[in-house]
């Protein structure tokens, strides 16, 4: 059997030692979606589309993803066009840098950056269940209700250079955005895998989705 | 906006529930997975499994617990009980749960959260306190005192000085249960929710007395509470968690009640 066969529709979930991959891996297996937690450059190659997900800090995941040479996989993933979603830690370092630990230079896959809550009266991280504006029409979000509420565990966001990158906001404190996307490359800050029901549906929209958002 | 959340707390003896839900057509009472399940379809923004398995040699039941429930429900949901080392805390997340509760053993050992907090990340270590109303003294100016071992010592040390210490070396939260109130059914205890919330720049969980949704409404309200833990009003089956949450919507309580 070729590679190609052997994972044909397959979902590879990055592992770059990030934690909170099982979790994702424990959803789509629930949806019966075939996934793969994988650091193997191959299988990544292959996989019918890519789940980047993550927990933790920007540096060490960096690190961790320069030290398993998996950065250049990921850039040649998104550039062929194969559907590509970023996860809460996820959604940072597919920026170009994320003001996290004096400044950690990320994989630059949309311009901009994952910037602090600013400090305030309220709490950071961020913890618990929030609405999302969609301020762009994008195939995984057109159909989502207006009340749903998504998990959101943070204390960065992401702040990409150009406003045509930002599919959704969310306010806490002030508003950022909570959902980018560009082309193929889809990434949220909630964690869908944790959101109940309103998660597992985006999961399985993600998961049939051709990786086109009508911009490029 | 951010809703408050409400969590409902299981507590579990050898991998069953002590306070089953009273004459449940659908639900295996007892089944703690069963019952997530339920609360999962309520609405329930979190849970918590807090295990009292009494004997060490059944004490990794829970592990399996955790990974049934991880299974089966996508939500956030910790553990506590029965944590006293990073080894503990590992093998709960990574059974599934998403975040570990310490309480006694950190009193005892305050390098556990510092160490757990490094090493799984300040979102998964929750600071569990147990605070008892005392006459303030010199060493308790607050008037809070922490107890432990489920409220058995006293250990002579102020609430609101150690949550600052447990949110210092990393706490990302703190589960605030007021012995006083506990089992009472009759309102979380306000003053020390406002007094710890004041003090934290961290999300805090009210826990202890809570027996009708007015007293989620204060708690949030005038306790400033983040979340709010809940226990035999809903496994006795007088509010369904949908209940309680459109009468704190009601209220203007931001509360997450589309569930899908």
Redesign the interface.
């Given at each position: 059997m070729t590679d190609r066969k052997r994972y044909e529709g397959m979902i590879a979930i990055i592992d770059y030692k990030a934690?909170n991959l099982?979790?994702v891996k424990?959803?789509l297996?629930?949806l019966g979606l075939p996934a793969r937690i994988t650091a193997d450059p191959v299988e990544m190659r292959a996989a019918e589309r890519v789940i980047f997900p993550g927990?933790?800090?920007a540096r060490s995941a960096m690190e961790s993803i320069a030290n398993s040479g998996l950065a250049g996989v990921i850039s040649e993933i998104v550039r062929r066009g194969v559907p590509f979603l970023g996860i809460c830690l996820g959604a940072q370092i597919i920026l170009s840098y994320s003001e996290e630990d004096d400044r950690t230079d990320c994989l630059d896959i949309i311009p901009g950056g994952a910037l602090r809550f600013p400090e305030g009266p309220l709490?950071?991280?961020?913890?618990?269940?929030?609405?999302l504006k969609v301020c762009r029409d994008h195939p995984l979000f057109r159909s989502v209700?207006p009340?749903?509420?998504f998990?959101?565990?943070h204390s960065y966001y992401p702040q990409p250079r150009n406003d045509d990158a930002v599919v959704a906001r969310t306010?806490?404190g002030i508003t950022f955005p909570s959902v980018i996307g560009r082309g193929n490359v889809i990434a949220t800050q909630f964690h869908p895998?944790?959101?109940?029901?309103?998660?597992?549906?985006f999961l399985r929209e993600f998961c049939s989705w051709d990786g086109k958002d009508g911009t490029c | 906006?951010?809703?408050?959340?409400i969590i409902v707390c299981l507590d579990v003896r050898e991998g069953m529930t002590t306070k089953g839900i009273k004459f449940l057509e659908n639900v295996d009472v007892g089944d703690p997975v069963a019952m997530a399940r339920d609360y999962?379809e309520q609405?329930v923004?979190e849970l918590v499994f807090y295990d009292i398995t009494a004997s060490s040699e059944k004490r990794d039941i829970i592990l399996d617990v955790v990974n049934a429930v991880?299974?089966?429900i996508?939500?956030?949901f910790s553990v506590g009980g029965g944590i006293r080392s990073l080894d503990d805390m590992y093998r709960v997340l990574?059974a599934?749960a998403?975040k570990i509760s310490v309480n006694s053993p950190a009193v005892l050992d305050p390098g556990l959260i510092a160490e757990g907090a490094r090493r799984?990340?300040?979102?998964c270590v929750v600071l569990g306190m147990d605070a008892k109303r005392v006459t303030p003294t010199k060493r308790i100016p607050s008037g809070y005192e922490v107890w432990i071992n489920g409220g058995r010592t006293p250990m002579g040390i102020d609430a609101v000085a150690w949550a600052r210490q447990a949110e210092d070396l990393g706490a990302?939260?703190v589960c605030l249960n007021s012995i006083d109130a506990d089992g009472t059914e009759e309102g979380y205890e306000l003053t020390v929710t406002r007094l710890i919330t004041d003090a934290?720049?961290?999300?805090v969980i009210a826990s202890g007395g809570a027996g009708k949704p007015e007293h989620l409404k204060d708690v949030f309200l005038k306790g400033g509470a983040?979340?709010a833990l809940i226990a035999s009003m809903v496994h006795y089956r007088r509010y369904t968690v949908g209940e309680i949450k459109s009468c704190l919507a009601g209220s203007g309580i931001p509360v997450?009640?589309?569930?899908?």
């Open positions: 934690g099982r979790s424990r959803a297996d629930h927990v933790g800090a709490k950071v991280p961020e913890m618990g269940w929030n609405n209700d009340r749903s509420q998990y959101f565990v306010e806490y895998e944790k959101s109940g029901r309103c998660g597992l549906r | 906006m951010l809703s408050k959340r999962y609405g923004d991880a299974r089966n996508f939500i956030p990574d599934g998403e799984f990340g300040s979102q990302g939260e934290l720049s961290i999300p983040d979340a997450r009640e589309y569930i899908g």
